[in-house]
């Protein structure tokens, strides 16, 4: 369940509602031009251009001390370099966490307590219809955001807490280097869980930070690793049910395979449907990694259950497991399988295609993914390596490469933007209002925070994301963002003379919220 929020109350006047569609037509018709290809004779990008570019895609946009920093660098090529290192370093560094938000991020037993404490007030609260709890003014009072809500709202709180500082932390380049923030939001979408599956809830903000964000800069396979190991996975494709066949539960009854995670791992996280494998690998895949479950006391939530693990010979993509013919090497299989998945050249292709997609553009040319893939399959998965070749290619840098902003992305620049024009950033603790607003706004457009349902994760296209209607949302949601703040002047050498005249026109409470809302503001 997500955090309940309330509609976007900012009914234009017709005057605002018509600069909000002619705001919207134009950011249709600017992301919508056909796109030439890279080698095609275009113009370079100008310096304002080049800036917006590398400062919009390796971090949400500019503030004015990340244009100032950009500025000292010799090129921008240079400066995003500069950025892969400087992320790697902070992925080693715990987040940077204001207490009220800290809860989320706690030791995994804390959280496995948690919920549990929150079943059993649920049950006793179900026992008592007498008990205030019942009551919906008073279930509507604890659902405020960040407010101590006791026992019984512990998941809602710490579904709360994970989303406040997602977009805290990559709204504030303070508080955490734009590019780790950006590859968080990648990883996590590329091994999307769903906070709004029951037992995936308290968990959801821990795998952000100890899986996406730790691993986002290291090898390929030791982040497919954490995140096959995390509770939040676990329970999500429910691997933690899936036994060896026959196996015995409880209550008596034979209990046997769950092959989703098999199948995800390499239809979505690895190999990619159309590599080869049969349904035949994936029941071997799931036959290898029975026994991998939850272990509620245990610091990193897991267990490998030898009772419940398929002793059998197996045979996967070709190569026999356990390998060496060494039956009863149980865990170990699992981690050979996972690891061979993530070497495969098949996985190389998946996973730069979509670095390509978020960073590039939405159709990245073969031979753009073809270098990546090299890249990925020489230094043996390594993401920086990967990272470091993409911000070199010529296609990063080539002008009709363009990027539509996602609504997340969106709304984290716009965020950043108003943060930077009020004089509030870096700031201590989230703004309760705007993290409620945004939230909110993400929540209408159709990309609700931690919350996209099935394991493939949202795409990034602007064929997904531009639609009329989400893109007058996206200039009404500026609008009440900024309403009381002074216009972020230090967008201005990034906007268009057309969008500059319009603004010019408007009133000057305006402003602020339709500099947010340009079709310049609105690509990357």
Not at 8 to 29: D, E, K, V
Not at 66 to 88: K, N, S
Request: proline residues 7%; hydrophobic residues 45%.
């Amino acid at each position: 369940e997500s955090m309940p929020m309330k509609p976007l109350r900012t009914l234009p006047s017709p005057r605002r509602r018509s600069l909000l569609q002619g705001l919207a037509i134009r950011a249709t018709w600017a992301a919508t031009r056909p796109l030439q290809a890279a080698n095609s004779a275009v113009a370079p990008l100008n310096p304002a251009a080049t800036a917006w570019r590398v400062l919009s895609r390796v971090g949400y946009g500019p503030t004015a001390a990340t244009a100032i920093e950009l500025q000292g660098m010799d090129t921008a090529q240079h400066w995003a370099l500069a950025q892969v290192d400087a992320a790697f370093a902070a992925a080693q560094q715990a987040p940077q966490l204001p207490p009220e938000l800290s809860g989320f991020n706690a030791p995994l037993p804390v959280l496995f307590e948690g919920a549990r404490n929150e079943r059993e007030a649920i049950r006793q609260t179900r026992a008592d219809a007498n008990d205030p709890n019942n009551n919906a003014a008073q279930i509507d009072r604890r659902r405020q955001f960040l407010t101590d809500m006791g026992p019984r709202y512990f998941n809602l709180a710490m579904l709360q807490q994970s989303a406040a500082w997602r977009l805290y932390s990559a709204s504030q380049p303070e508080v955490e280097n734009p590019l780790l923030a950006r590859l968080t939001e990648f990883w996590f979408n590329h091994f999307n869980v769903f906070a709004n599956k029951g037992p995936v809830r308290p968990f959801v903000g821990h795998y952000a930070v100890n899986v996406a964000r730790a691993h986002a800069l290291g090898k390929f396979e030791d982040l497919l690793l954490a995140s096959a190991r995390h509770p939040a996975m676990l329970f999500y494709l429910d691997q933690y049910q899936s036994v060896a066949d026959g196996t015995q539960g409880r209550d008596g009854k034979a209990r046997g395979l769950n092959e989703n995670y098999a199948r995800e791992l390499m239809e979505l996280h690895t190999l990619g449907v159309d590599a080869g494998y049969n349904q035949t690998d994936v029941r071997e895949l799931a036959r290898i990694l029975t026994g991998w479950t939850v272990a509620p006391r245990q610091s990193d939530g897991f267990q490998f259950v030898r009772r419940l693990h398929d002793n059998g010979p197996k045979r996967l993509l070709g190569q026999d497991f356990p390998q060496g013919g060494l039956l009863g090497a149980g865990e170990r299989e699992g981690e050979a399988a996972i690891r061979m998945l993530a070497r495969h050249p098949s996985t190389a292709r998946r996973v730069c295609t979509r670095l390509a997609q978020c960073f590039v553009s939405d159709h990245p040319t073969p031979e753009l993914v073809q270098q990546l893939a090299s890249s990925f399959l020489s230094s043996q998965g390594d993401l920086r390596v990967v990272m470091r070749r993409l911000l070199q290619s010529a296609d990063f840098w080539a002008p009709d490469n363009r990027l539509f902003k996602t609504p997340l992305d969106f709304a984290v620049s716009a965020l950043a933007s108003v943060q930077e024009a009020s004089g509030e950033a870096p700031a201590t603790a989230p703004d309760r209002g705007r993290i409620g607003l945004t939230l909110a706004f993400l929540n209408e457009v159709g990309q609700p925070m931690h919350s996209w349902q099935t394991p493939d994760g949202y795409r990034f296209d602007a064929a997904t994301w531009m639609v009329p209607e989400a893109l007058t949302r996206r200039a009404d949601f500026a609008l009440a963002l900024a309403r009381r703040s002074p216009e972020p002047a230090f967008l201005r050498p990034f906007l268009s003379a057309a969008t500059l005249d319009t603004i010019a026109q408007s009133p000057p409470a305006l402003r602020a919220g339709l500099m947010l809302a340009s079709p310049d503001f609105m690509v990357k």
